[in-house]
């Protein structure tokens, strides 16, 4: 086990590995993370999965992020990584249509949640070819985790929405281990993200936190598998009791949250982050 005088604050949570990479960083980054997560789980999986932390794509989705639109329409939804688009099923019917940012062109296709999509790859800094405000929704579900200059990104998600538009996001907390070294089941570079360094990230970028709410309680899934709890094609997360009883156990444990966990008792806490923002006026 690392001493604490080892622990580089990358790890800690106190800064975020990947932030202020000058371009030949970044491109040894995302030289590293190229279809990293498409050669890991292959065609079948999303690339939203979450790091390895559990959760996502399922009821847990709906339950802490889209319940909190109400019944709202929107013209254009942003869809960070969106992968094949399962995370914006719950939109169907309800969007215009959607600009995708996907790096593993395997995923690319003309429909997301039945609407017209149109799909980009990323650009090496996170600039996006549209307009300022040109969308009122966006969505980056376990995303962030993979890009280095989450901040800059953030600030040019902030610059395409609308003034009220809202931002889902779904994030993993923890460290997801030691970065220097290989993991099985992640790409060479993800991390986690500090929620509080999340939270200030936001606000820098100009959004306002409307919700915020922890989820995937470590342990919890496996129990209710144990007692035949599934539903659906994501097992108990598609289960929407389960769900309220993860939240509700990630809530009365969020006291426990901290970024690196290399202690046995660190573990009793959530891993997932959710955040529904609205894009503030311009200053």
């Known amino acids: ?125 996170g600039a996006i070819d549209l307009p300022d405000g040109a969308c009122d929704i966006a969505g980056s579900f376990g995303v962030l985790h993979h890009i280095p200059n989450v901040s800059e990104v ?25 970065f220097r070294a290989p993991r099985p089941g992640l790409t060479r570079n993800e991390r986690g993200i500090p929620h509080r360094l999340m939270d200030a990230m936001l606000a820098d970028a100009g959004f306002a936190v409307r ?7 470590p342990g919890l899934d496996r129990i209710a598998r144990s007692v035949g709890m599934a539903a659906g094609a994501n097992g108990v997360w598609d289960h929407r009791g389960f769900v309220r009883l993860d939240a509700a156990v990630s809530r009365l444990m969020a006291w426990n949250v901290r970024y690196w966990r290399p202690r046995l008792w660190h573990k009793a806490a959530p891993s997932m982050g959710y955040w529904v923002a609205e894009r503030q006026m311009p200053a």
Request: proline share 5%.
């Open 1 to 125: 086990m690392l001493q604490s005088r080892e622990i580089p604050p990358e790890l800690t949570g106190e800064r975020l590995h990947g932030e202020g990479l000058d371009d030949a960083g970044l491109r040894a980054w995302f030289a590293d993370e190229q279809d990293g997560y498409a050669n890991i789980v292959g065609d079948a999986g999303s690339s939203l999965a979450g790091g390895g932390t559990g959760g996502g794509t399922g009821e847990d989705d709906r339950f802490h992020a889209f319940e909190h639109l109400g019944n709202r329409r929107f013209a254009c939804c942003l869809a960070l990584g969106a992968a094949q688009g399962d995370e914006f099923e719950a939109l169907t019917g309800r969007v215009g249509r959607f600009v995708a940012i996907e790096p593993g062109r395997s995923f690319w296709q003309d429909r997301i949640a039945g609407a017209p999509a149109d799909y980009r790859a990323p650009t090496l800094r």
């Open 154 to 178: 953030l600030c040019e998600v902030a610059r395409v929405l609308a003034p009220g538009a809202p931002f889902l996001v779904r994030e993993p907390i923890v460290s997801l281990g030691d």
């Open 211 to 217: 919700a915020k709410s922890f989820a995937v309680f």
